[in-house]
């Protein structure tokens, strides 16, 4: 596929809107035109949605190389936080990211009285859940 011929699929028109105006400018530093902001950011977006590797990006947001570099570039410069800042309340009810993990609870979280607390016993000791739930780029 040519390059021109990408259409961004996951961060709709409205919210990019947001997001392009913290971003650097869009221009390679070294001569070489650098890729397009909104694909790397999809990339990105895809990364961080999925867990993969780096390397098991798909092709469509370009290189992996380049997503990871910009990330990191990004990151470093304070750019991703200024984009979690400006969007984090603007909840789109689209992208959630569910969790949940079993973690031991301390000896004394039963107390002496039965408690009320979902706490369960297991061979490994006194145990409870936690989930987390939340919205997503």
Same mark, same amino acid.
Do not use: M
């Given at each position: 596929? +040519?390059? $021109?011929? /990408? +259409?961004? +699929? *996951?961060?709709? *028109?409205?919210?990019?809107?947001?997001?392009?105006? =913290?971003?650097?400018?869009?221009?390679? /530093?070294? $001569?070489?035109?650098? &890729?397009?902001?909104?694909?790397?950011?999809?990339?990105?977006?895809?990364?961080?949605? !999925? $867990? %993969?590797? @780096?390397?098991?990006?798909?092709? &469509? /947001?370009?290189? @992996?190389?380049?997503?990871?570099?910009?990330?990191?570039?990004?990151?470093?410069?304070?750019? @991703?936080?200024?984009?979690?800042? %400006?969007?984090? #309340? #603007?909840? #789109? #009810?689209?992208? /959630?990211? =569910?969790?949940?993990?079993?973690?031991? %609870?301390?000896?004394?979280?039963?107390?002496?009285?039965?408690?009320?607390?979902? =706490? $369960? +016993?297991?061979?490994?000791?006194?145990?409870?859940?936690?989930? %987390?739930? !939340?919205?997503? =780029?």
């Amino acid at each position: 596929k +040519k390059e $021109g011929s /990408y +259409k961004p +699929k *996951n961060i709709k *028109n409205e919210r990019w809107r947001k997001i392009k105006p =913290l971003l650097p400018p869009e221009r390679g /530093y070294w $001569g070489r035109p650098s &890729r397009p902001h909104r694909r790397i950011l999809e990339g990105i977006c895809w990364i961080l949605r !999925t $867990g %993969a590797p @780096w390397r098991d990006l798909p092709i &469509r /947001y370009g290189s @992996w190389n380049s997503c990871y570099t910009r990330f990191n570039r990004w990151v470093a410069n304070g750019v @991703w936080q200024n984009i979690w800042e %400006a969007l984090k #309340d #603007d909840i #789109d #009810d689209e992208n /959630y990211s =569910l969790d949940g993990s079993i973690v031991k %609870a301390h000896q004394d979280a039963e107390g002496k009285k039965k408690s009320e607390e979902a =706490l $369960g +016993k297991s061979r490994g000791g006194t145990t409870t859940k936690i989930h %987390a739930e !939340t919205d997503g =780029l």
